[in-house]
């Protein structure tokens, strides 16, 4: 009640609102369209409500300081700063910059590349610009968290609201300045944030928490990308298109953009892989709404047409795997647990833990198969759970039926290799002096990347049951990792697990999120 009385919009959903009834705001599904088993149960953007009182609270503490002090510094028409923040730490900053610059190998970045933009792009703002509070408060956010520093996050909170501030007061008064780099790159920067210090669950695995305002930016500069800026407006877009995808993937909801109407990089093999997974959260999307049909044959028809669309797509992704050369290619090989760190040993020693480490030669390529293995794991899934459904039918052909034992054994397969690749994160290569011996050498970066795959596996192990296959262990070895990355790396959503009945009525957890 205290947020609302302080003039947020209602919390309640798209539909209860429209209707004006009463919202009992169960996420995904409230009460109400989970009755009538509607599918267009929206809710209101968490960054539109989260922003005003975040706001307010900072807006309200300058004023308060200003009146004190009587030295009110006037703001800029470059920065709309309402209020002064304390100078940057040097510290913090250094701190930021070895936790979110890519550290390659010798491989191409080419996917991430922005990240290595991050000094140059600070160097260049102005003091007190939307982009120059953007990082601050990442940087702040980071080192709170990471190493348990009060004042940090107080003054995280505090350019974060400035930061919020600024945005709104830019998308709104500068159509055109909306979709330059530095404003989409603010925007990747308070997602970011949002990441490592929001806990609330509704978000788990989003890369960002309005993404539709990230999209919308990233589509309104298509291909109108001029000559000079296209190379930093490639990188950022890139960013922006991988949460987008993501966040599509484990909301069962069509990306807000297309593919092809974006300027993004042609890169050999990648372009292909990035065009499967935007067919696979295309059809993600379809499979959902077709869940929700009443149980008929028009309805199964329907589902053993889109599982019949899903099989060729998974053979098409497995058939990439196989076209790849080896610059693209993720190696496997046995975990020596004895040459690890002591800190690493929680995570090798139990009743279940992946067997494997993965090489790969570069962040980029491990991106890329976590991917890959994340969308053929969702299929899968969503196959198996199809499979129970049209085997009701008498009529309508089954093309699952005789893939049932296939399709479990691969479902435990990714998951596996999707273990092994959070976990390769962390095992130290004593072939290699530049890797990490401390937890304080792990750069922050590997943490949030990691984000991509835990939703999918937490949720799949908790809702898929398999004969021959015992996941209970499996669940408790995800535990860790998740208290691991909340403990050490300070990832807040690392924490943030539910059961998924607290999700409501979706056939396809993964798609409740």
Known sequence: MAIRSRGLPSAGCSR??????????????????????????????????????????????????????KNVAMPTADTNCDMQLNPPNPHILERFFFDWVVKSDGGSESIISWFNSLPWMYAKSSVNSLLHNSINALANAGYAQRFNCSKALTEAAEWYGESIHMLKNTLSSNVGLASNQDVMASIVLLCMY????????????????????????????????????????????????????????LTGQA??????????????????????????????????????????????KQLSIIAGKAMSLDKQLEEWSWSLPSSLRCTVEAISINSQPEWLKPLLIGTWTPLNTHNNPSLTVKIIWRFYWQVRLILNQAL??????????????????????????????????????????????????????????????????????LPTIGLCLEQVVLVDFDLSSRKDWLAKM???????????????????????????????L
């Open 16 to 69: 209860c609102r429209s209707k004006k009834i009463r919202c009992d705001e169960t996420k995904p599904i409230c009460g109400q369209c989970a009755k009538i088993r509607s599918v267009d149960c929206k809710y209101r953007d968490e960054f539109e409500r989260t922003w005003r009182w975040q706001t307010e609270l900072v807006v309200e503490k300058a004023k308060a300081k200003a009146l004190t002090t």
């Open 255 to 300: 990306p807000s953009v297309p593919v092809n109407e974006l300027k993004l990089r042609k890169l050999p093999h990648i372009d292909d892989h990035m065009e499967l997974i935007y067919k696979t959260a295309c059809l993600c999307a379809e499979w959902r709404t077709a869940l929700f049909l009443p149980q008929s044959e028009h309805g199964w």
């Open 194 to 249: 949002e990441l490592l210090i929001d806990e609330s669950v509704a978000l788990e695995g989003c890369w960002v928490s309005h993404l539709g305002g990230a999209t919308l930016l990233l589509k309104m500069q298509g291909q109108e990308t001029t000559e000079e800026s296209s190379a930093a407006l490639e990188e950022v877009s890139m960013v922006i298109y991988l949460q987008m995808i993501h966040n599509s993937l």
């Open 482 to 512: 998740k208290r691991f990355l909340r403990n050490t790396l300070g990832v807040g959503k690392g924490a943030a697990a539910k059961e998924p009945s607290q999700y409501g009525k979706i056939p396809i957890q993964i798609w409740g």
């Open 384 to 453: 198996l759970f199809t499979n129970s459904i049209l085997e009701r039918s008498e009529t309508i052909i089954n093309p699952i039926s005789s893939h049932q034992k296939n399709i479990e054994s691969r479902i435990v397969s990714f998951v596996d290799r999707l273990c092994e690749s959070c976990l390769s994160t962390f095992v130290v290569d004593t072939t290699k002096h530049s890797r990490h011996y401390r937890t304080e050498d792990i750069p922050g970066i590997l943490g949030y990347l990691l984000m991509q795959g």
